[in-house]
């Protein structure tokens, strides 16, 4: 009794162990597999592979054909962890069947059986010292059957040595055979006979199931036999069917059910032919349907197990606990694939596999079945610390502690026991469940567990909360695409619970990160408001917030309409044109919210810029309706290309324009607008000139467009009308020897293309040409006035119609090393007779001359004068400028400025002063070096000092800031001599000439 208790306690901890992971029964990572070793026995080791992993590690053992293997009695076995290493193999004491065995604490477990054969073979010739093996046709065949070579039909090339070549494919070696000759017999010819199959398959094959199936078929006769191959039921062979080259081999790959039966070989000549015949039965080792699990029960329980395999022929079962067969007794009973244990003991804990087997192969499937025994434990599975439940609600508090059998479960709350009652209820899996939760029934509850071997407790606290309440939730809006609006999600909560707020648009969740350019959360705690800018029609549609806690999910949905400008109307066609008018025709594009009130047909043409609205009245009817959709815009230019596009209004607003229909052009048709800016005149004597503005192109209303010019002599009644076929023509001359100069003319200018002619302009009055002014201007003079510049002046020309009118004149000027050619031309109009030219070089003699000018040309020039430029101005500016200041009175002095030998002479000095903050300046001007300036000093003062000379002014000083006299007076009256910032002075004594007026 004592050792029995001493069973029960201990395998429990080792179940517990298990458990926890420190212990496990074995399982397979890799099994023996079938080795098939060549006949040679040139190696020296054949190796089977088996390796399991388990806690304990496992140890192994291994059984050949179902006996346990000794390893201390067989030196040319060795076990190696699990490996199975057989030395120096025997095909009589080796061959058969292996079985590994893996076993620890929890069990034994048997791995597959695998086979060991030896040999797998195939056979080829070669003929005479080709080394190329024959090759099968018609006539040859080699069977891998038997390893013969078969010659149909022997020719006298066939004469010859052949040598057989035996080869392991497993192991890649060929083995030689001693050479066998053919001799050709000389006692005879042989004759045409019949076919006499001598390669046959068995007459009953096994195939397995996936397997690829060979029959072999050959026949020998003269003429050589041909081979074809049937099946006895009249069914069509496989489609999946492969012949060798000969057709004497018939491969059947992935072989299965359907192919089986009996298949026919025929080999036929002129001489007759003959059968073969055989069955190929389909057979399929064993395949797992189902198997078994791990399984953990308590003591006293009940063990069902059922395994599953299908196989042809039908699998058999056996059951084996830790590797040993298990047969039907008292509490044990086993019925092919099921197993069933009452009233389990922990004595019954192990390795369980069941056996699925026929006469092809045997597989097993593993599980472990471990009987628990132990007292109540709540240390893996306690009772929930603190159970949190809202007011109203319902609460399961969970009890499941370990204990084997299962425990008897009760509760109490505090010190009272609880009972079933309208709101308490105690689950059959031991759990509390509490209905319609109020405050007071928080505090602790304490689970009690009870069974055979021993009683727990263990206890937790309920918590009762506030609900969750959507104070605000979101309304229905109808907004305008732009706007900005707030969707409002307010809630109250228990104050310790914290409120998630979450929003969606149509079913998908707003990612506010991603998509803040539009939507931000805004608010507080308790707020989880939605603001929305600048809204977009897409955002039309279902906002759902989602209040989410700990305990709880709710929410609230609204729907948000967005009204927007229409989208562009769609698939507009130009349904006809004429030379002015167009029938257009269109579909409306989305309202966008808001009903379409309105259309506006738009055009573009290639000489308008962009696109432009058709004016009201240009389209019939004038009002384009919402539920209008075609119209005809009129007053449209004949013979210019057009699109057109429509745009759609609503109340919000105006929407896209479509996009623009086929470019088409209008009709032709007469020209409708007539010339304007009729002008001419000038020309050559004996001509007429007319001009005029060109018609644009976009009103031209076809091809052959043209001008038609129209003129009389005032006071005639005749017109002479001539063509100008130029389409960018604005210019017409017409020459006469006849017409008078500067005789008036009545102009008109017209307009025509291929469609007809156009309108008239109004008249105007336009000259004909006339000559050349014939008098050149008397009284030529030049002077210089400066280094740069000098003044030309003539008399003025009495002119008639006999000598020319004047329009004006023409001043040119070249310089002696011009050679001649003129390096300048100046044009004065009317009665000026003086122009002042600029620009020259310094000391420099020009010449000049004028001739009149009018619309005919340039007349005779007069006598060239000449005049030499002044020197250039003097280039050194004035140096060493001291000033003093007192009160209002500045007192300037500088050093005389000496000239070089080709400057002018100095004849005084230009000062120039202005107040800092204006633009004017004052000039005073003074032949001494020194000067006096009386000027209200309230800010700083800008002076600089020039020369003057007859070549002009010459060279600036510096200029020099004189400081206000307000930043002075604090200082005294003092002397200022100039710093760094201005000119660098030396004098210190200062001359102060008075000279008058000093302020103008």
């Known amino acids: 009794m004592r050792l029995l208790w001493k069973l029960i306690i201990l395998l429990p901890l080792i179940n517990s162990c298990a458990g926890e992971g420190r212990w496990s029964r074995p399982t397979f990572t890799q099994e023996p597999q079938d080795v098939i070793f060549p006949l040679d026995l040139s190696r020296s080791e054949i190796i089977l592979n088996c390796a399991a992993h388990g806690s304990p590690s496992p140890h192994y053992r291994w059984k050949q054909n179902?006996?346990?293997?000794?390893?201390?009695?067989?030196?040319?076995?060795?076990?190696?962890?699990?490996?199975?290493?057989?030395?120096?193999?025997?095909?009589?004491?080796?061959?058969?069947?292996?079985?590994?065995?893996?076993?620890?604490?929890?069990?034994?477990?048997?791995?597959?059986?695998?086979?060991?054969?030896?040999?797998?073979?195939?056979?080829?010739?070669?003929?005479?010292?080709?080394?190329?093996?024959?090759?099968?046709?018609?006539?040859?065949?080699?069977?891998?059957?038997?390893?013969?070579?078969?010659?149909?039909k022997v020719e006298p090339s066939d004469v010859g040595n052949y040598t057989c070549f035996v080869t392991n494919k497993e192991a890649q070696r060929s083995v030689q055979g001693p050479p066998t000759p053919l001799v050709q017999r000389t006692d005879g010819v042989m004759g045409e006979y019949e076919p006499k199959i001598e390669v046959r398959f068995p007459e009953t094959i096994q195939a397995a199931k996936d397997s690829s199936v060979k029959l072999e078929c050959f026949a020998l006769g003269n003429p050589v036999p041909d081979i074809s191959w049937r099946r006895l039921d009249g069914s069509p062979l496989p489609g999946k069917i492969k012949y060798s080259k000969s057709q004497a081999i018939l491969e059947i790959p992935n072989f299965q059910q359907e192919d089986e039966g009996f298949y026919e070989c025929l080999a036929g000549n002129l001489r007759g032919r003959n059968l073969a015949k055989g069955q190929l039965i389909f057979y399929a080792p064993p395949e797992w349907e189902q198997k078994i699990q791990n399984t953990y029960l308590s003591i006293y329980d009940n063990l069902y197990?059922?395994?599953?395999?299908?196989?042809?022929?039908?699998?058999?079962?056996?059951?084996?606990?830790?590797?040993?067969?298990?047969?039907?007794?008292e509490r044990i009973q086993i019925e092919n694939g099921t197993l069933t244990i009452m009233m389990l003991n922990v004595s019954d804990s192990g390795v369980y596999q069941c056996a699925a087997e026929n006469k092809y192969q045997i597989i097993y499937a593993n599980a472990e079945l471990r009987v628990l025994a132990s007292a109540p434990d709540f240390s893996k599975s306690p009772i929930k610390k603190n159970s949190i439940v809202q007011v109203s609600g319902d609460i399961v508090i969970e009890c499941k502690p370990n204990a084997f059998p299962r425990a008897a479960i009760s509760w109490k709350r505090g010190t009272e026991s609880l009972r079933q009652s309208k709101r308490v209820f105690l689950l059959e899996d031991g759990s509390l469940k509490i209905h319609n939760v109020t405050r007071s029934d928080a505090g602790p509850y304490t689970c009690i567990a009870t069974n055979q071997l021993g009683i727990a407790k263990n206890t937790g606290s309920l918590i009762v909360k506030e609900r969750t309440i959507i104070t605000v939730p979101p309304s229905k809006m109808d907004v305008t695409v732009g706007e900005s609006i707030v969707l409002p999600c307010q809630v109250s909560h228990d104050p310790t619970i914290e409120v998630v707020f979450v929003w969606s648009f149509n079913g998908d969740i707003i990612d506010l990160q991603k998509r803040a350019a539009h939507f931000e959360r805004i608010?507080?705690?308790?707020?989880?408001?939605?603001?929305?800018?600048?809204?977009?029609?897409?955002?039309?549609?279902?906002?759902?917030?989602?209040?989410?806690?700990?305990?709880?999910?709710?929410?609230?949905?609204?729907?948000?309409?967005?009204?927007?400008?229409?989208?562009?109307?769609?698939?507009?066609?130009?349904?006809?044109?004429?030379?002015?008018?167009?029938?257009?025709?269109?579909?409306?594009?989305?309202?966008?919210?808001?009903?379409?009130?309105?259309?506006?047909?738009?055009?573009?043409?290639?000489?308008?810029?962009?696109?432009?609205?058709?004016?009201?009245?240009?389209?019939?009817?004038?009002?384009?309706?919402?539920?209008?959709?075609?119209?005809?815009?009129?007053?449209?230019?004949?013979?210019?290309?057009?699109?057109?596009?429509?745009?759609?209004?609503?109340?919000?607003?105006?929407?896209?324009?479509?996009?623009?229909?086929?470019?088409?052009?209008?009709?032709?048709?007469?020209?409708?607008?007539?010339?304007?800016?009729?002008?001419?005149?000038?020309?050559?004597?004996?001509?007429?000139?007319?001009?005029?503005?060109?018609?644009?192109?976009?009103?031209?209303n076809g091809e052959g467009f043209g001008y038609i010019v129209m003129f009389r002599p005032v006071g005639s009644t005749t017109w002479t009308k001539e063509r100008v076929a130029l389409v960018d023509s604005s210019r017409f001359v017409y020459r006469n020897d006849s017409i008078a100069p500067l005789s008036p003319f009545e102009v008109k200018v017209g307009v025509y293309n291929n469609e007809g002619e156009g309108p008239l302009s109004t008249m105007s009055i336009v000259y004909s040409g006339e000559d050349e002014p014939q008098l050149a201007p008397r009284g030529t003079s030049v002077q210089s006035f400066s280094a740069s510049e000098m003044e030309v002046s003539w008399n003025a020309i009495a002119w008639n119609r006999n000598t020319g009118r004047v329009l004006g004149y023409e001043v040119l000027y070249w310089t002696d090393d011009s050679k001649g050619s003129t390096i300048g031309k100046i044009r004065v109009s009317g009665n000026v007779t003086t122009k002042n030219i600029t620009g020259l070089k310094a000391n420099t003699i020009y010449f000049a001359s004028v001739r009149a000018y009018n619309t005919a040309g340039t007349g005779p020039t007069s006598l060239p004068v000449n005049v030499t430029t002044k020197k250039s101005p003097p280039s050194?500016?004035?140096?060493?400028?001291?000033?003093?200041?007192?009160?209002?009175?500045?007192?300037?002095?500088?050093?005389?400025?000496?000239?070089?030998?080709n400057e002018s002479e100095v004849l005084g000095y230009k000062i120039l002063y202005r107040q800092n903050r204006q633009s004017k300046t004052h000039i005073l001007e003074t032949n001494n070096t020194s000067a006096e300036l009386l000027v209200p000093f309230e800010e700083d003062y800008l002076i600089e000092i020039r020369t003057v000379s007859d070549g002009g002014d010459g060279s600036s000083s510096e200029e020099i800031r004189i400081p206000k006299m307000s930043s002075l007076s604090s200082r005294g009256n003092h002397?200022?001599?100039?710093?760094?910032?201005?000119?660098?002075?030396?004098?210190?004594?200062f001359y102060c000439f008075a000279i008058e007026p000093l302020i103008r």
């Open 66 to 152: 179902g006996t346990d293997i000794d390893f201390t009695r067989n030196y040319r076995y060795k076990l190696n962890g699990g490996r199975l290493a057989i030395s120096s193999p025997h095909t009589d004491q080796d061959i058969g069947t292996y079985q590994c065995l893996a076993t620890n604490l929890l069990g034994t477990i048997l791995s597959r059986r695998a086979k060991l054969q030896f040999a797998y073979l195939s056979y080829a010739w070669t003929f005479n010292d080709n080394p190329l093996y024959v090759q099968e046709g018609n006539r040859r065949f080699v069977s891998q059957e038997t390893g013969n070579l078969y010659i149909a």
């Open 975 to 989: 002397v200022i001599e100039p710093n760094a910032h201005f000119l660098p002075v030396v004098v210190v004594t």
């Open 876 to 901: 050194q500016p004035p140096a060493n400028i001291a000033w003093k200041l007192s009160n209002s009175k500045l007192c300037l002095n500088w050093e005389h400025v000496k000239t070089m030998e």
């Open 523 to 700: 608010g507080g705690e308790s707020v989880g408001d939605l603001m929305i800018r600048n809204i977009q029609l897409s955002h039309s549609g279902k906002y759902l917030c989602t209040v989410q806690t700990t305990l709880e999910h709710l929410s609230a949905a609204a729907d948000i309409i967005v009204r927007g400008p229409p989208g562009p109307p769609e698939d507009v066609r130009v349904e006809h044109i004429s030379s002015t008018t167009s029938q257009i025709s269109w579909r409306p594009g989305p309202d966008n919210n808001s009903p379409i009130q309105i259309f506006t047909v738009q055009t573009r043409t290639p000489f308008s810029v962009g696109w432009q609205a058709v004016a009201t009245g240009d389209t019939v009817p004038e009002i384009l309706s919402g539920q209008t959709y075609n119209a005809t815009v009129v007053g449209l230019s004949s013979w210019v290309e057009y699109e057109f596009r429509v745009l759609a209004g609503n109340s919000i607003g105006i929407g896209e324009p479509s996009k623009p229909s086929e470019l088409l052009r209008t009709k032709a048709s007469a020209p409708v607008v007539a010339p304007v800016n009729i002008n001419g005149g000038g020309g050559g004597p004996y001509e007429l000139v007319v001009t005029w503005e060109s018609i644009p192109e976009e009103l031209q």
């Open 305 to 329: 197990w059922e395994c599953k395999a299908s196989g042809k022929p039908k699998p058999w079962y056996t059951w084996l606990k830790n590797g040993e067969r298990l047969n039907s007794e």
